[in-house]
């Protein structure tokens, strides 16, 4: 009697140990999901951090676009030039080093 | 930055809100406030950082401005200016008897700024004054709605609308809108061990850099681009007018001697100009 109730709870326990490991590999996978977010945030700015959240869900949509933007914003280092003219009539300061 | 701010058409509430600005930029990168973050990050041991986004954005600029000059424009000669003597707000800065310190070269390549994270080398420190009092002035003058303004952040200059601005040894000119500064060693000089110091550093040497000019000055369409060209021309010394025309800008350059030379585009100011470049 106690052997055919060992064999019945058997299988029991290895559903409940599967559910178990299915049930650690989702926290690490939302563990992991929630790091990768959190380190694009940290590297990219805001959007690229929405971009990521965008991939790890599994949605393309403007994910690349977003990121291209965060980066694009100022590496590059332009020299727009001015218009300059005689001087005299107009509202006055000084340019001197500092 | 220990400069004074002048500010022309602004109404008070937007005088207050420059004000403001000015104060939460000096916050960030004083080299003297012990609490700027730049003196926090200064004296982490860390090599990876999380700074704030105004700060990234700075560190962004300043990388930036390093690659586009060549890397005469570095921001890692914190511990190059302080050698040379230029470790307290200026106005308390004395002759000191002391020889200079150790020079240290620029190493901008090593600096990385991704988002908010900051990566350098351990010891290594930055001083953002390079770009940082143009880039105020610029964000400063976004504050102020008038078609006709300016911001004066210690005689660099960000403008909208016409504005005439007085030059260093006389003569004046019209800025037409965007930012006009210079940089030069006629003011800020000090003593060290008897020799001559000024905070214009060769990134080469981390040393004080020879130029044959006393104060250049460029217009360019904002203040950042105009300090950090100024800056450039300087220390590039007898090759800054081709490196303005090239880039097509505006420059003035004043020698200790008086001879004044100009790129083209820059018009009559009033001052006995000796010789125009135009390369």
Redesign the interface.
Known sequence: MNANDDRQRRPSRIEAAKERVADVKATLAAIAAALFVVVA?????HH?AAASAAAASGSTGSATGAAVD?QS?????????????????????????? | MG?EV?V??ATDAELAAVRACFERWEQAFSRFRPDSELSLVNRSESELL?VS?LFA?AV??AL??A??TGGAVDPTLGRAIEAAGYDRDFSRLADDPRPAGAPAAGRWRDVRI????LVRPRGLRLDLNGVV?GLAADAALELVAAA?C?V?A????A?R????????GGG?????????????????RWLRGGEAQHHLLDARTGRPAGSRWS?V?V????CC??D??AKTAFLLSDDGPDWLHE????GRFLAADGLIVTTS??????AATAAVWAA
Do not use: N, Y
Request: hydrophobic letters at 40%.
């Open positions: 945030f940290l590297a990219r700015g690229a965060s914003s100022s590496d590059d280092f332009g020299f727009p030039s001015a218009s300059l003219g005689s001087a005299g009539g107009a509202p006055s300061a000084s340019t001197h080093a500092s | 400069v002048g022309g058409g999380i986004q954005d962004r600029t930036a401005a690659a586009a991704e988002g908010r994270v009092k006709a300016f004066d210690g005689g660099d200059v403008a609308g016409a504005l005439d601005v007085a030059l260093p004046a000119v019209r800025l037409q809108g965007g930012g006009i500064a210079t940089s030069g060693t006629s003011r800020r104060d000055t217009a360019a369409g904002s681009a105009a950090v060209a880039r097509g800008l505006a585009g820059w018009p009559d100011d009033g």
